[in-house]
């Protein structure tokens, strides 16, 4: 999933681009690999898991996190906690794969840029 998830950082993409495709690949990767998916959403939410071992796996992300907070110190995003924006963020990752995956025949690009602006609007600044 992690490689799914870079992006070519020397493009200029404006940050709030950036932020959607990197929901759009993440989206797109759990779609296409469900099995890889559901591992990683047990991962997440596994009780047995150790602190160390979730810290380790989430450091991993740190990207998006940093990415979040320029995007806030630039008043792109609004002004929250980035912990809880990239909850959010995954949130809304995990739930769309999951209706997705119910619902195989509303899958369209459209659709995506649809789900994504429900996400976008709860954090953008307007």
Do not use: C
Request: hydrophobic share 45%.
């Amino acid at each position: 999933m992690l490689e799914a998830l870079k992006i070519d950082s020397s493009e200029m993409i404006a940050i709030d681009e950036k932020l959607e495709l990197i929901w759009m690949n993440a989206v797109k990767w759990g779609i296409m690999h469900p099995k890889e998916f559901l591992f990683f959403q047990q991962f997440a939410n596994s009780p047995f898991i150790s602190n160390l071992t979730r810290e380790q796996a989430v450091s991993q992300f740190e990207f998006i996190y940093d990415l979040i907070s320029e995007a806030i110190g630039k008043n792109i995003l609004k002004p929250m906690n980035k912990e809880f924006i990239s909850a959010y963020f995954e949130g809304m990752v995990f739930t769309t794969i999951q209706y997705l995956r119910k619902h195989p025949d509303f899958i369209s690009e459209e659709n995506l840029v649809k789900i994504f602006d429900i996400y976008k609007n709860g954090i953008t600044l307007k």
